[in-house]
């Protein structure tokens, strides 16, 4: 059965401290983003990967880091540098760019 | 910059009722996309617009490309209580078209 896990669901932070989102995906998709979502309000870009070993900064960036080692795994790290974490992350894959989007069921970062 | 926005934010109606979310963008937009998040979950695509002036239907949901092709709508003929949940639309990203700039959504609340 094809989809995107993320892990883990929840998640908690404390100050200072980095921490990694794991996102998934056997789709064979080329494409992954990684969004942030704060209640209430729509879907922000922090990174996307159209293929392995190249990504590129979205909207909101900084605080962030990502990888792309092999085609199914898209792990996001949320360094001690982004102040305000708090949030729902969600990761996507799509089979190209520009295509529409596959989303998992996300993870929910706080701080402890 | 690019902005996409969308109208209303929150909209309540008694079961049986239309409803309709409009999405505006300052942009020329190569296509939209719709997506809709239930309460709790993640996004979900619902379908992709392409051409100006395009209308697509899914059973109750009406699609609508605008002819200059910086606007859509989303229209649900007799509401249920299953169509719950937050309507986003999606376009390419101006200068960055492999990435998508989201609107805000319609939250739509469905009274029984």
């Known amino acids: 059965d094809g989809g995107i896990t993320q892990s883990p669901k929840y998640l908690f932070r404390k100050e200072g401290q980095n921490v990694t989102l794991s996102c998934e995906q056997n789709l064979n998709h080329d494409a992954m983003y990684w969004y942030r979502q704060d209640p209430g309000q729509g879907l922000r870009l922090i990174y996307y990967s159209q293929i392995v070993n190249d990504f590129q900064k979205g909207d909101i960036a900084e605080g962030y880091s990502v990888s792309r080692e092999k085609k199914e795994s898209f792990p996001l790290t949320v360094t001690s540098a982004q102040k305000n974490p708090t949030a729902f992350y969600l990761c996507?894959?799509?089979?190209?760019?520009?295509?529409?989007?596959?989303f998992g069921d996300g993870t929910r970062l706080s701080i402890l | 910059g690019q902005q996409v926005m969308q109208i209303p934010q929150y909209q309540h109606v008694q079961e049986g009722e239309d409803f309709t979310t409009y999405c505006n963008s300052s942009t020329t937009l190569s296509n939209i996309q719709w997506y809709k998040q239930r309460p709790g979950g993640h996004p979900v695509f619902l379908i992709q617009l392409v051409k100006s002036g395009e209308v697509k239907k899914q059973k109750r949901l009406t699609f609508q490309f605008g002819e200059a092709k910086k606007n859509s709508s989303l229209h649900i003929t007799a509401t249920q209580t299953t169509d719950v949940g937050t309507y986003f639309c999606a376009g390419p990203k101006e200068n960055a078209g492999n990435m998508l700039t989201f609107g805000g959504g319609t939250r739509l609340m469905v009274k029984p």
């Open positions: 996507a894959s799509s089979r190209i760019s520009n295509q529409p989007q596959h």
